[in-house]
Structures are given as C-alpha cells and as structure tokens.
C-alpha cells in the first residue's frame, strides 16, 4: 500500500519540510482555486475571463482545472498559467470580480515557473514512463494517444521489461 514517508520523519523535520512546501502549497491553491471558479461562474467571471483573454489578443480558452485522478494537470495548468500570466493577473486584480486574494506576486510566480520545469522532467524520466504503462488504466495505450513516435513508445515498453528482468 501507500507509504508516507513524512509519517516517519522526526517531529522537527516533519514540522521544517511542511514550512518549505507551504509556500509551494499556496502558489497551487492560488491557481486552482480561479481556474475552477472562473469555469463555474458563466454568468460573470467566466464571460469576463474570455474578454480579458481577447483585449490581450489571446484564445480563448479556459484554464485547465488540476484533479488528482488525471496525470499531468498540476503541469498542464503551471504551463497555461506561464502563457497566460498576463491574463491571470489582470483577472485577479479586478476587485469587482472577487479573485483578489489569488493574485500572484512576482516570487510565487517564479515558484510556478520552477515547479513547471520540475515537472517537465517527469515525461522523459524512466520511472514516469513505468509507471504509466503499468498503470492499470493508461499502459501503452497513453503513450500512443499523447501522439508519441513508435520507437519512444518501443523505448517505455523495453524499459519496463528491462525493469522487469533486473528486478525481479
């Protein structure tokens, strides 16, 4: 099963870890919080989100909503995030709409910047791309309809058998 690894940590180390991802905790709550509210709200921040999208000469389209049981949406709202910081802002500067508490600062924004590189990382490791063929839902099949070339799909299927050989 499931093992927390911050369950066994010392007290003070448990306490220190979750002081330093607190900052990154709330950079994450201050994008998923607009973006599903943005969604939900059709009669007022919704229509105001696609005008300040196209006053700054952009598509319209609506923030991707981070939820846990869909890979890779923390990295996919973090990039829409970048492209469309302008947008975010301005949103979240409007008093009249009510974001005003998610407004990002410069810092937190370059926390999202660093955790987006982070988590760019994670397509071309090893173990990401084991675990997305075992998956019991995605296996070959996500790689396939994320539009990967057949000799990288080739490449994650030999790792996991590699693995597989090695291991056990």
């Known amino acids: 099963g499931w093992v927390n690894e911050v369950d066994a940590l010392p007290d003070e180390q ?67 995030a970048l492209v469309h910081r302008e947008a975010i802002d301005t949103v ?12 990002l600062g410069d810092h937190e924004w370059e926390i999202v910047e660093q955790l987006r590189d982070i988590l760019k990382l994670t397509d071309s490791s090893e173990v990401y791309r084991i675990a997305m063929v ?3 839902h995605h296996k070959l099949s996500y790689f396939k309809s994320a539009g990967w070339e057949d000799d990288w799909i080739s490449t994650a299927e030999a790792l996991v058998h590699d693995e597989f050989e090695r291991s056990y």
């Open 14 to 80: 448990s306490v220190g870890l979750q002081q330093d991802i607190q900052p990154v905790k709330l950079v994450l709550l201050k994008l998923r919080k607009p973006a599903y509210k943005l969604i939900h709200s059709t009669t007022l921040l919704l229509p105001a989100w696609h005008k300040i999208l196209i006053d700054l000469h952009m598509s319209v389209t609506n923030m991707p909503r981070d939820v846990s049981t869909r890979w890779n949406l923390t990295f996919d709202m973090l990039e829409y």
């Open 92 to 103: 979240t500067q409007r008093r009249e709409l009510g974001l005003r508490k998610f407004e």
């Open 134 to 136: 075992l998956h019991p």
